[in-house]
């Protein structure tokens, strides 16, 4: 049984940092997607980051050169990670890891519908 579970989130004021971090169990497909979306009430849910088992890591517009994902697969777990820097009020957001197995392209791991495993979520807010 896959679970993901995140933490990290929390408050901070802008231009400030955090780190949000997902235990990935149960999970050992060799070839994956793993990522980080965003959601705030009332619209859709959006692709942040996602990096894949060769380490191949995507972003955001709106997030380049400010977050950086990455992962850990020691000690049979796959723990993922995205630093946030210089954060912006507009990244509030509840920020969701998510996993699948196989090859996506780009485009393809912007769509929260390509993902099987969910977490449930970290809250991260920014105040001006």
């Known amino acids: 049984q896959v679970q993901l579970v995140e933490s990290g989130g929390g408050s901070v004021q802008a231009g400030g940092s955090l780190r949000v971090s997902c235990v990935a169990s149960?999970?050992?497909?060799?070839?994956?997607?793993m990522g980080w979306f965003r959601q705030t009430p009332g619209k859709e849910r959006e692709g942040v980051a996602s990096i894949d088992s060769d380490g191949y890591a995507t972003y955001a517009e709106a997030v380049k050169g400010r977050f950086t994902i990455s992962q850990d697969n020691a000690n049979a777990k796959n723990t993922l990670y995205l630093q946030m820097n210089s954060l912006k009020p507009e990244d509030t957001a509840m920020y969701y890891c998510?996993?699948?197995?196989?090859?996506?392209?780009?485009?393809?791991?912007?769509?929260?519908?390509?993902?099987?495993?969910w977490g449930l979520g970290t809250q991260v807010t920014v105040s001006s």
């Open positions: 149960g999970f050992t497909y060799s070839r994956y997607v």
């Open positions: 998510a996993a699948t197995w196989g090859r996506y392209t780009e485009y393809a791991r912007r769509n929260p519908n390509n993902f099987k495993y």
